[in-house]
């Protein structure tokens, strides 16, 4: 059964650091592509980065140059480097991965950027 | 980028009736990598048609997807009072991947 699980979420102030890991079963994290999702409150869904199976990584451009997308294949998991945190950053983040054309999503993280 | 329009905004309809729900975008999507949620709140999106017109495990078929190129729907052939909800697609097909803004089915 595939499963994506996310932690590292919590209250940060702006400015600060967070990293986002999301552990996979059932399936091989470097095999596929995966990506991150974030929904802020109240707000719809905004696809932050991906990162191909080939290794090739995108980003939105709200998030260019203070996220990094990366994997671990020795663990199985996937992770998204915060830094430069704003309070616009403040949503629920979500892992997904796209096996064969069929997405899998995480039950997600909430991140609050806040002082 | 392909910019994804979802039509209407808001469908007010009664339980029984039909829904159609349109998503169009600004470029082909690429391998028909389009992907339909379902959302109520305070939940995780729900997957409910992946590939355009795939159902997802343990979707019932009340659910169906169509379309190609740029233009895409998902029908719910009769609403039953847990359809009403948030409905969004996304292409993936080709980076950025993008979210439509998402439609609100709601209760007449």
């Known amino acids: 059964e595939v499963q994506l699980v996310e932690s590292g979420g919590g209250l940060i102030q702006p400015g600060g650091s967070l990293r986002l890991s999301c552990v996979a079963s059932?399936?091989?994290?470097?095999?596929?592509?995966m990506s991150w999702v974030r929904q802020a409150p109240g707000k719809g869904l905004e696809w932050v980065s991906l990162i191909y199976s080939g290794g090739g990584t995108y980003y939105a451009d709200s998030v260019k140059g203070r996220f990094t997308i990366s994997r671990d294949n020795s663990k199985n998991t996937l992770y998204l480097q915060m830094n430069s945190l704003r309070a616009e950053d403040t949503a629920v983040y979500y892992c997904t991965g796209y096996i064969s054309g069929h997405p899998y999503w995480g039950q997600g993280t909430l991140v609050t950027v806040s002082s | 980028e392909i910019v994804l329009t979802q039509s209407p905004g808001t469908l007010s309809l009664s339980p029984g009736e039909r829904a159609t729900l349109s998503c169009r975008a600004s470029q082909s999507v690429s391998f028909s990598y389009l992907a339909w949620y379902q959302q109520k709140p305070g939940q995780a999106p729900r997957l409910l048609i992946y590939g355009a017109s795939s159902r997802a495990t343990g979707i019932p078929d009340k659910f169906s997807g169509s379309g190609s190129g740029t233009d895409f729907t998902l029908t719910i052939s009769r609403l039953e009072p847990e359809d009403f909800a948030v409905y969004y697609c996304q292409q993936y097909g080709s980076s950025p991947w993008t979210f439509g803004q998402g439609t609100k089915v709601e209760i007449k």
């Open positions: 059932g399936f091989t994290v470097s095999s596929n592509d």
